[in-house]
């Protein structure tokens, strides 16, 4: 999977920098697109992966090297039973280790074993702490929007600071989510660029760009690894 730097080039993050500045001539608000690789670690996936690769390796070492008890009478190359107990916990312990570093580098592999619920509270979590550390809450007029997109997860969120939210209420601002999750696996930086219009079109007419403003955030795509 690759880095959210990696994503972009110069001229998609031009793009995307030109929507951002077209969009504030019309209002007063200030938009902020972020994309981040991921929103959250996910170390339980990665050990349950772990685990059930190591139980697939005693499987096969339990079948490999059986018992004495268990082979045929008269045989003698059995594995003595200590001996047995230490291969299966070395195996699983290895298995285990092995699994989970492959699990850490497939994302897709991981993201199987993630409950979809957990993701979208780490997504929601992550786009309020990136709201706060990107100062979309202290613009002087309370006019801050974030459109916020987690890779990893495949889950946008959008947040309005509190004069955004009294002029669109909820309802406008999951409408710009709707718009930009709609079309993000066919074109993400057309989505992007959509939703950035689209937000400049909503606020346009109730929060007018006036003639002494100021821009206080900066217009750039802000990426996140």
Known sequence: ??????IFNDEERKRIDDAVAQAEKRTSAEIVPVVSTSSGRYDRAEDIVGLFVGL???AVIWWQFPSPSVQDTGAWDGTPRAM?????????????IVGA??????SWLRRLFTPRRQMKEEVETRACQVYFDS???HTSG???VLIYISLYERLAVVLGDKTVIEKLGQEGIDELC???TRSINQDMIQALIDTIQSTGDKLEAV???SNNDVNELSNSLVTID
């Open 142 to 144: 309370g006019t801050g």
């Open 135 to 137: 100062s979309v809450h």
């Open 101 to 106: 570093s492959i699990a850490s580098r497939i």
């Open 1 to 6: 999977m690759k880095l959210a730097s990696q």
């Open 178 to 180: 709707a718009t930009l």
């Open 56 to 58: 697939i390796v005693v």
């Open 84 to 96: 047995g107990i230490l291969l299966l916990f070395v195996s699983m312990i290895a298995g285990f």
């Open 207 to 209: 929060l007018p760009r």
